[in-house]
């Protein structure tokens, strides 16, 4: 069981009609909390956490209780896998020590990314170089002294030159970050299945 953290309901901006469609596409069974709900916490199947897009921004060095509810979940399932889409990839990279550039303008629409093929676990049966898509002002920079892993990069950003990371591994093969969005693209789809095979996986495990 997949639990969803996001206090929204589906708009243009999280993607969550469509992130719920992928799942129910494969049977993916889920629950969505929009609370610190203590009946979550005790729950004994749930194998992986999604912390998805979201109209709110994520200020560093701020407090925001509008980011209590996620960190709520964080707290209580501590080694359980999670995945960070948009709005969740910025909140994992200042959870972890890194910090977030702020563009004026945003960036959208379908981009070409390279993705590192060598993190299987979460990029198994893609394509190096795939056309993702992107709706985001802040980009998350992992914090300098190590322990984020970049496992993908927009090709050409902003002056069209440098390549630019934009999907992290904060703890190997257990908690990663998502600046596109795989609900989106029926090739990335695969991103989103991945994760909840090694999520499933992993609980499998550990119960045996």
Request: net charge neutral.
């Amino acid at each position: 069981m997949l639990l969803i953290i996001t206090r929204e309901t589906p708009n243009h901006s999280n993607k969550l009609r469509e992130l719920y469609k992928a799942l129910a596409a494969r049977e993916i069974p889920y629950i969505v909390s929009r609370k610190c709900d203590p009946t979550v916490i005790k729950r004994r199947d749930i194998c992986g956490l999604i912390i998805p897009g979201a109209r709110f921004r994520v200020k560093p060095y701020e407090i925001q209780p509008e980011l209590d509810l996620e960190m709520y979940y964080l707290y209580h399932f501590p080694n359980t896998p999670v995945l960070g889409i948009c709005h969740g990839c910025q909140l994992l990279m200042v959870y972890y020590g890194g910090t977030l550039q702020t563009y004026n303008s945003l960036w959208t629409g379908s981009q070409e990314v390279e993705l590192d093929l060598s993190r299987d676990n979460i990029f198994k049966g893609q394509e190096g170089s795939e056309k993702l898509h992107f709706y985001f002002h802040e980009l998350p920079v992992a914090p300098p002294h190590g322990g984020v892993r970049e496992i993908a990069w927009i090709k050409k950003f902003r002056d069209g030159r440098r390549h630019q990371a934009c999907a992290f591994e904060f703890v190997k093969d257990r908690v990663y970050g998502l600046m596109f969005h795989p609900e989106l693209g029926h090739e990335s789809l695969g991103i989103l299945y991945n994760f909840y095979d090694m999520a499933a996986s992993s609980s499998s495990s550990s119960s045996s």
